[in-house]
């Protein structure tokens, strides 16, 4: 085990592992078959680099993207780790070498496509020393997982072909079905199961609900700005409203672009890169701008729109913070997208399954309950006490004795004898001129006007909360229309009492006057760090720009060089010394030889600027 930790430090510069890693690692070098569930960024590759590192031979990756490939060879070989892809993008030449190598023994990893594989299986395969098969994203080869790929299929083969050679199978995706589903299909004799929790304590967790289209671009400029040079990632149901959200924010001074299916396969490449190499800040993307991305960085996540389901969102919010520094997500809630949810779960061919996840989805949204605890819950994990770091636990909603607005609410859809939708009867309360209105007689009605104190945005706000209190309900079956509930029928008259929490208004935010937030520019320059409170923020802002210019230099992403865990470990421990450079947190061999020198003068010259 000793030697174990020793290849860690040396390859992986992480001086532990985490839970699960060693008992993973364990198994797989007694040559049994494993299947690893873990969330995004729980550490899974460690997993299966480590015995191929470790084991004679060279181990088989099996990857569903050629971008994903990509990203994990260069991290590999900039460890020091002798690894290469075989695709069909690279020329015969490249590939012949790459086989050569191979079978010369000298390649640790090989990372193939499903396709790829079956290609090599009676070519290449017979001529190397396979010690290891690794299946990333294994929950492709299964019809109930929510990835699933054809070419997956294929690999049932593997056990058949070479049934002595371990397969380690591993994915973020856990229900049971899948999971038996993935042993099935790969034929894995008696394997061990490995299910880590799913907890991502360090994503913090925040719901908005209702909403205006421009609220929403104010709070996510406010959101941005609190997030200054921090990347993440806007997701959006549309594909036009990708573009005007990145439109938006780019005439605030935000670098921002956007990212759909719809766009030329360059194009999506191009922006991709920029974002992966920190040339922008965001990325406003539909959910085609997922899989392949690897960005261990990646600050925040905000959802323009509700997703589909629990298991869409907690993939897509787990992009964030994957080298284990905080990340925070937040999502928009509004029913116009629950509608649309809706129908597209009506015309998905599953339509009780997307039903049930789309109300999970909506009782997520709406609960004020610990947002992490229902998270847990919904993927079977006890979670017993409140997390702190959403919105709910951070911010107890402050309640009043609402009886009297609820009264007013169920009362104007009761005279109009259920059936309205949440706009009118907000009309109505407010005494609206409208011509709608005017021409059904809604004007003459008792509780006409009996909301004016209150504006259209806090009425939408108390009602979405009768709604969640289980006042009122939505007929989506009909036209979207509002009924009473039993529930709140007590409360309408006058048998039990409503306790609402008070609203609060969005935050507001100004265009800037000028665009000098607007960081343009990628020369090499002098490396100037912001004279922040404390040395250690001073020493990081300094670090990052150093990582920028090598990452330029090399033509690598930023993460490659070092992940932002190293840089906030280099703040941290100020390694004044080769020898003390090589115990931060990220800094194998390797990286503590070419990095070393650069890094710690970087260090020693901003200390000594500070001690002055
Ligand atoms: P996954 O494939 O499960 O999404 P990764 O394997 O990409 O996650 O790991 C996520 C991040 O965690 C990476 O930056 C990786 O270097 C880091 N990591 C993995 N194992 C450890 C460890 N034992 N100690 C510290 N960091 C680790
Ligand atoms: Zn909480």
Same mark, same amino acid.
Request: net charge positive.
């Given at each position: ?79 020091? !780790? =002798?690894?290469? %892809? @075989?695709?069909? /993008?690279?020329?015969?030449?490249? +590939? &012949? ?10 390649i640790k990893l090989l990372y193939l496509s499903p396709e790829g594989l079956m290609s090599e299986l009676n070519g290449l395969f ?38 002595? !050679? =371990?397969?380690? %199978? @591993?994915?973020? /995706?856990?229900?049971?079905?899948? +999971? &038996? ?234 005279r109009t004898e259920e059936s309205i939708g949440m706009q009118m009867l907000i009309d109505i309360l407010r005494a609206s001129g ?179």
């Amino acid at each position: 085990m000793k030697e174990l930790n020793a290849l860690l430090k040396k390859f992986f510069g992480y001086t532990s592992f985490r839970p699960d890693q060693e008992e993973i690692i364990q198994t797989i070098l007694n040559k049994q078959d494993t299947l690893v569930l873990m969330p995004t960024g729980g550490g899974k590759s460690i997993c299966y680099q480590l015995p191929a590192i470790y084991l004679p031979g060279t181990t088989i990756v099996i990857s569903p993207l050629i971008a994903l490939m990509k990203d994990q060879v260069e991290s590999l070989v900039s460890n020091g !780790i =002798p690894a290469a %892809a @075989l695709n069909s /993008t690279m020329r015969e030449e490249e +590939r &012949q070498k790459v086989k050569q190598l191979c079978m010369q023994g000298k390649i640790k990893l090989l990372y193939l496509s499903p396709e790829g594989l079956m290609s090599e299986l009676n070519g290449l395969f017979p001529r190397m020393e396979i010690s290891l098969v690794a299946i990333d994203e294994a929950h492709c080869i299964s019809h109930w997982g929510h990835d699933f790929r054809p070419e997956y299929t294929q690999l049932s083969i593997l056990k058949k072909e070479y049934p002595s !050679i =371990p397969i380690v %199978a @591993l994915t973020a /995706t856990a229900d049971k079905l899948t +999971r &038996q589903d993935i042993i099935s299909q790969l034929n894995l004799s008696s394997p061990r199961i490995f299910i880590s929790s799913f907890d991502r304590p360090n994503l913090s967790l925040t719901v908005r609900r209702g909403l205006t289209k421009k609220d929403k671009l104010t709070a996510i400029l406010h959101f941005i700005r609190e997030h200054k040079e921090q990347c993440g990632i806007i997701y959006c149901t549309k594909r036009d409203d990708t573009t005007a959200v990145a439109e938006t924010l780019t005439s605030y001074g935000i670098t921002a672009a956007a990212y759909h299916a719809g766009m030329n396969a360059p194009l999506r490449e191009k922006t991709q890169n920029d974002f992966t190499n920190d040339r922008i800040q965001v990325i406003c993307a539909t959910i085609a701008f997922g899989m392949g991305i690897d960005k261990s960085n990646v600050r925040w996540i905000i959802h323009y729109n509700t997703p589909g389901s629990i298991e869409n969102y907690y993939q897509e919010i787990g992009r964030a913070g994957r080298d284990g520094l905080p990340g925070d997500t937040l999502l928009f809630y509004s029913l116009a997208d629950l509608i649309v949810r809706r129908r597209f779960a009506e015309e998905s061919g599953q339509t009780n399954i997307n039903l049930e996840k789309l109300n999970s989805m909506q009782r997520y949204c709406e609960a004020d309950i610990c947002r992490r605890r229902i998270l847990l819950s919904y993927f079977s994990e006890p979670y017993e006490k409140d997390c702190g770091n959403c919105d709910v636990c951070k911010n107890p909603p402050e309640r009043f004795d609402g009886t009297v607005l609820v009264q007013k609410a169920l009362s104007a859809i009761a005279r109009t004898e259920e059936s309205i939708g949440m706009q009118m009867l907000i009309d109505i309360l407010r005494a609206s001129g409208r011509a709608e209105l005017t021409v059904k007689g809604y004007h003459l009605l008792k509780t006409y006007g009996a909301g004016r104190d209150l504006s259209y945005k806090m009425w939408r706000e108390y009602i979405y909360q009768m709604i969640q209190l289980g006042y009122i309900e939505i007929d989506y079956s009909s036209s979207n229309i509002l009924r009473i509930t039993p529930f709140g029928r007590k409360v309408l008259y006058g048998q039990s009492t409503a306790r609402l929490a008070i609203y609060k208004e969005p935050e507001r935010m100004e265009k800037p006057s000028s665009k000098k937030d607007n960081k343009g520019g990628f020369k090499a320059r002098p490396i100037r760090p912001v004279e922040a409170a404390t040395i250690e923020e001073t020493l990081l802002d300094a670090l990052k720009q150093l990582r920028k210019q090598l990452a330029e230099k090399e033509k690598k992403a930023a993460y490659i060089i070092f992940s932002d865990a190293a840089l906030h470990d280099m703040a941290d421990k100020k390694p004044l010394t080769l020898e003390n450079f090589g115990e931060i947190k990220g800094v194998g061999q390797i990286k503590q030889e070419k990095y070393g020198k650069v890094f710690v003068s970087l260090i020693r010259f901003i200390l000594k600027k500070d001690s002055e």
